[in-house]
């Protein structure tokens, strides 16, 4: 019998993909007609094994040695380039493109699956791959055909890798301070002159050319985010090789994903093409900036599903400590999963982070049944996607460290680097507090509120199915949390109503995957194993166990609370 991966769960992969949202029956639509559960198969094992033999085996050093910046170039671990490249060789980054550039039209849900494979067994190697996608993808969609031909089909091959670049130092997430000017030129290109901040991906030697899509301003363009526009300013010249004027100022040295460079660069009179029209940056950059979140949220989820898999295997081979009704000091110690509090953890993490892949799967699948009321759904879901993991998952790994007792706080075991990784999570791509007034400012209160009120519908219609013990604190849950939304805003005022935003975000992303694992359980509803028994054992785990802690959270915002807004902040000390 096969060894059971420590990466991530092909098991757990095939429930949700096929027994759960029924992806095979995607193939019924013209987009996936060449496509089959054989080939869905397929793309998941290559996944599995490029990621396996790979990118897995140099986590550890990647983590260990992380590239350095000598003033002239930057050096990254060879493991690195020969991954990205059997990655590219692959075919997996045009796996979910038009045939047209050359993609396979693969479902986003299958390769949403694929690619946590890679991100579970080097986050930060995976990175790289994963910013050049949402680049390519940014392009395809408001590019002209020549900037498609240029720049994306040079990403798609895996010759050129992209990035986002949007922070600067000064302005952090508040992209309307955004100061990187942009000057018109006779030639109808564009000069760039400006600083930006925590790069991912922004230098090194691994591809051909780095292709930076940069916010800026042009000159004369008004204050605030309106007055952005965006950029493809390529690391080198295309026709001549040489550097862009795109300056590598230095490298930041982050507490985890420290294979993935984290640069600090400098654009003086870099050369520059405009992206669609002036002034529109920012809405062209939300497509790239939406695709990364849910990224986000799936790489969270695949962190912490590696740790607990660690977790659970450390913890049924670790003999420690014996029954608290069997004192004999001569009997064998037992492994230490058969103690509560260890089962108690794991059990946590199991709900976590096989609720959050059911999350992340959800929201892919949603792409590729495109319709009003599905894109709306997404927009409601995509805070929730982004942050929840990031939390939640996160938790699974603190987990994980806490099972393994003082090895998992030693660098002997690979725990403590994924809790490092994936702590990282809750502030890129907007921080969690950022994705709370998203949530609890525009999505659920959009178009009067009816991206909630679908949201709720369908979670009612799921507890309505499931069985009575179970489905009914989810629908209780649905009808406070709507309750609470409306006496939020009753006032309409911004001020009183998001002060606790993040209470909000986290009461509505519990009741999110509570249900999540209603949907679970029905989908496992009749059928019998071991399998099947932890799916509603941690069903039943996280409605009893985890869902309660919203009460609070909604008392608290239904409390009309407004200490955080009225302190003041010399009374911190």
């Known amino acids: 019998m096969a060894a059971v991966s420590k990466v991530l769960s092909r098991r757990d992969l095939d429930f949700l993909l096929y027994e759960w949202l029924g992806a095979e029956s995607l193939t019924a639509r013209e987009r996936f007609a060449e496509h089959s559960r054989e080939t869905f198969d397929a793309f998941l094992d290559v996944s599995q094994q490029i990621a396996e033999r790979d990118f897995a085996p140099h986590n550890r050093a990647g983590d260990l040695t992380e590239p350095t910046f000598d003033g002239e170039k930057v050096t990254i671990i060879p493991e690195v380039s020969r991954a990205l490249r059997v990655f590219a060789e692959s075919g997996l ?37 994963m910013l050049t996608a949402g680049n390519a993808h940014l392009l395809l969609t408001h590019g002209t055909e020549e900037q498609i031909r240029r720049y994306v089909h040079p990403m798609i091959e895996g010759r050129f890798t992209g990035t986002m670049c949007l922070s600067e130092p000064q302005a952090g997430s508040s992209l309307s301070d955004v100061t990187t000017k942009a000057t018109r030129q006779a030639d109808g290109t564009y000069r760039i002159d400006g600083g930006k901040m925590w790069i991912s991906g922004g230098d090194h030697e691994l591809s051909e050319n780095i292709i930076h899509l940069v916010l800026a301003r042009v000159d004369g363009a008004p204050a605030g985010v309106k007055g952005l526009s965006l950029f493809i300013v390529p690391k080198r010249n295309l026709e001549t090789g040489e550097r862009n004027g795109v300056v590598l100022a230095g490298l930041n040295h982050k507490m985890g994903y420290r294979g993935t460079t984290n640069a600090v660069l400098a654009f003086e009179g870099a050369a520059g093409e405009l992206v669609g029209e002036e002034g529109r940056g920012l809405a062209y950059m939300f497509h790239m900036m939406n695709e990364a979140r849910i990224g986000v949220g799936s790489g969270a989820v695949a962190l912490g599903y590696t740790g607990y898999l660690h977790a659970l295997a450390y913890a049924r081979e670790r ?66 996607v982004k942050a929840w993991p990031s939390q939640w998952c996160r938790l699974a790994d603190d987990h994980a460290i806490q099972v393994h007792g003082g090895y998992g706080y030693t660098r002997e075991y690979p725990v403590e680097q994924f809790y490092r990784d994936n702590r990282l999570n809750s502030i890129h791509e907007g921080t969690d507090g950022i994705q709370a007034l ?32 179970l489905g009914g604190p989810v629908l209780n849950a649905a ?42 359980l029905l989908a496992a509803e009749g059928k019998e194993g071991d399998f099947y028994q932890g799916k509603r054992l941690a069903a039943r785990y996280f409605v009893t166990h985890e869902l309660p802690r919203i009460g609070p959270m909604l008392d608290l915002l239904d409390s009309g609370d407004t200490l955080l807004r009225d302190m003041d902040d010399a009374w911190l000390g």
Not at 94 to 115: I, S, T
Not at 452 to 457: A, I, N, R, V
């Open 93 to 129: 980054p045009a796996a979910g493109m038009d045939a047209e550039h050359g993609g396979l039209q693969l479902p986003h849900v299958v390769q949403r699956a694929c690619f946590l494979w890679f991100q579970a067994a080097n986050t930060a190697t995976s990175a790289y791959a």
């Open 319 to 384: 003999l420690q400590g014996r029954p608290v009704n069997g004192k004999d000091p001569l009997a064998p110690p037992v492994p230490i999963v058969e103690h509560p509090d260890v089962r108690r953890m794991l059990l946590a993490s199991k709900s976590y982070v096989e609720g959050g892949l059911a999350l992340v799967l959800y929201a892919a699948k949603l792409l590729d049944e495109p319709s009003p009321e599905n894109d709306l759904l997404l927009d409601v879901l995509t805070p929730i």
């Open 479 to 520: 009808d406070r949390l709507a309750a609470t939304t409306a006496k939020l805003w009753a006032t309409g005022d911004p001020s009183s109503a998001l002060v606790n935003a993040t209470a909000y975000l986290d009461a509505a992303g519990h009741l999110v995957i509570a249900w999540l694992w209603l949907e679970q």
């Open 438 to 469: 998203d949530l609890l400012g525009r999505k659920v209160t959009m178009r009067g509120g009816a991206g909630l009120g679908l949201l709720l519908d369908r979670i009612r219609a799921t507890a309505s199915r499931a069985p009575a013990e």
